[in-house]
């Protein structure tokens, strides 16, 4: 375990500098040159960041679950599913209609791709309400027994 910890460590602070690195190129190249060439590669990172992050979530989730207990593993499938279940229908209910107020509108998909993020946020932020009332409820009517 002592080799793994040391093998996460370094790749966090190979991660960081690379980091560290494209945001300072960015100060440096000005993030108005180049028609926002400098923009573009900080957002690119930003996603290559998050796609590691999901993707080591779910690998380690997989393999720890695995080992453990392997039944544990299809919930974590069915959970994958559902979410990817859910993001599909939120993103074939998304209109896509266009931006108010902008002279040179965005591509259709670019559109579509803005209105689902938006009401995923909406949902995500729905139920973490409900989980703090439903769960102040449950607690408060536990508490009571």
Same mark, same amino acid.
């Given at each position: 375990?002592?080799?793994? #910890? ?5 790749l ?17 190249? #000005? ?8 923009? /573009?590669?900080?957002f ?19 393999? =720890? ?10 919930k974590?499938?069915? #959970? ?5 279940? =859910?993001? *599909?229908?939120?993103?074939? =209910? ?20 803005? /209105?689902?993020i938006?009401?995923?946020?909406? *949902? ?9 009332? *439903?769960?102040? =409820?449950? #607690? ?6």
């Amino acid at each position: 375990m002592k080799n793994y #910890g040391k093998l996460f460590k370094w790749l966090l602070v190979v991660l960081l500098v690379i980091s560290v690195a494209v945001l300072v190129w960015g100060f440096l190249v #000005g993030f108005e040159s180049n028609g926002g060439q400098a923009v /573009d590669v900080l957002f690119y990172w930003a996603y290559a960041m998050v796609a590691l992050a999901l993707i080591a979530v779910v690998l380690v989730g997989l393999i =720890i679950g695995f080992k453990n207990n392997p039944k544990s593993v299809l919930k974590l499938l069915i #959970g994958l599913v559902a979410v990817a279940a =859910i993001c *599909f229908a939120v993103y074939m =209910i998304s209109p896509g209609k266009p931006a108010m107020g902008m002279l040179e509108q965005p591509s259709a998909t670019t559109l579509r791709l803005t /209105d689902t993020i938006l009401n995923l946020t909406y *949902f995500a932020g729905g139920l973490a309400v409900l989980a703090i009332v *439903f769960g102040e =409820i449950i #607690g408060a009517l536990r508490s009571k027994k």
